[in-house]
Structures are given as structure tokens and as C-alpha cells.
């Protein structure tokens, strides 16, 4: 989870899991929880990778990210959605569900 300012300047990353390839235990409340109480927050990218290598948003992604958008809904803090990073690729999608990205390559050169 990477926490912003209200300038969008990061200021914190809380990594809120670990698991295995297939899985990956979440806590949306936890992880929300977390952000809101970080001084400053303003917004709240929700980041993670696929280490099997695919950067398309599984069904359990998309739950996840419609519990985090509706734990953010009517706080101070805007939530961007959630992304998904997968070999040399990333997805992104808005906290409308909205495909903002879809297996994008990582630019060379940032």
C-alpha cells in the first residue's frame, strides 16, 4: 500500500502481506486502518505483484479493491485503486473498478 500527500509526494509504504503464488491473505480493514492513520494521508495506491508473472488483476484483486473503495468511501483519504505488477508488466484499476491500465509494459526508463 503506498500512502501520498495531498500533493501526491509518497509518504509511506505499509506492506500489508506476503503469501504464496497462488494466494495471499488480505485484511481490507487492516490495510485501511493502517493508511488512515498515517499523518498526511491524502491517498492511497494499493500496489502488489504476481510473482508467477501475470499482470491481470484476478477475480480476488477485484474483491479486494471493491472492499478497500467502500472502507475509503466518506473518509479524508481518496482511494486510486489497486495495481498489479507482473514480470515487465502492470495493470491498474480505479476504485470504480475502471481498467485504467490493462498488462502495460514497465517503461525502461522512469
Known amino acids: 500500500m503506498l500512502v501520498f500527500d495531498k500533493s501526491k ?12 503464488i497462488n494466494q495471499t491473505p488480505v485484511s481490507s480493514a487492516l490495510i485501511a486502518g493502517r493508511a488512515l492513520n498515517v499523518p498526511g494521508a491524502a491517498f492511497v495506491l494499493d500496489v502488489h505483484n504476481h510473482p508467477g508473472g501475470s499482470a491481470k488483476l484476478s477475480d480476488p484483486d477485484r474483491r479486494a479493491n471493491t472492499a478497500l473503495a467502500s472502507l475509503f468511501r466518506d473518509t479524508k ?27 502495460r509494459p514497465i517503461p525502461a526508463e522512469l
Open 9 to 20: 509526494k509518497l509518504i509511506h509504504v505499509y506492506r500489508h502481506s506476503a503469501g504464496v
Open 77 to 103: 483519504v481518496k482511494y486510486l485503486g489497486a495495481m498489479v505488477i507482473g514480470g515487465n508488466a502492470y495493470a491498474h484499476v480505479d476504485a470504480n473498478e475502471n481498467d485504467v491500465a490493462q498488462e
